[in-house]
Nanobody
Framework: QVQLVESGGGVVQPGGSLRLSCAAS????????VGWYRQAPGKHRELVAA???????IYADSVKGRFTIDKANRKNTVSLQMNSLKHEDTAIYYC?????????????WGQGTQVTVSS
């Protein structure tokens, strides 16, 4: 299993942008599917974006056209570029990696990074 460390969270005004990064330890990162999840206060953790081992990207409807996930196998990193941020994007964002063709199921999680969208 890989270990994951997120960075890049912070406070941003509505309409602004942030880029989250997730660094993975270990090897064979190319065999993993990865995803970004988020959890807002009082809500369940939800999948925001995923990039499968086969190169397929998936986005939640709420972020389509605004967020972009990028998995860099050679660098052992996965990023989430977030544009046109809204108040409702405020949450703790978690990186997840799972060896296999999908990101759902048991896997490794990062510690989370706070994103706050506030005017």
């Amino acid at each position: 299993q890989v270990q994951l460390v997120e960075s890049g969270g912070g406070v941003v005004q509505p309409g602004g942008s942030l880029r989250l990064s997730c660094a993975a330890s270990g090897s064979l990162f190319g065999l993993y599917s990865v995803g970004w999840y988020r959890q807002a206060p009082g809500k369940h953790r939800e999948l925001v974006a995923a990039s499968t081992r086969g190169g397929i990207t998936i986005y939640a409807d709420s972020v389509k056209g605004r967020f972009t996930i990028d998995k860099a196998n050679r660098k052992n990193t996965v990023s989430l570029q977030m544009n046109s941020l809204k108040h409702e994007d405020t949450a703790i964002y978690y990186c997840k990696a799972r060896m296999g063709t999908v990101v759902t199921g048991d896997g490794s999680w990062g510690q989370g990074t706070q994103v706050t969208v506030s005017s």
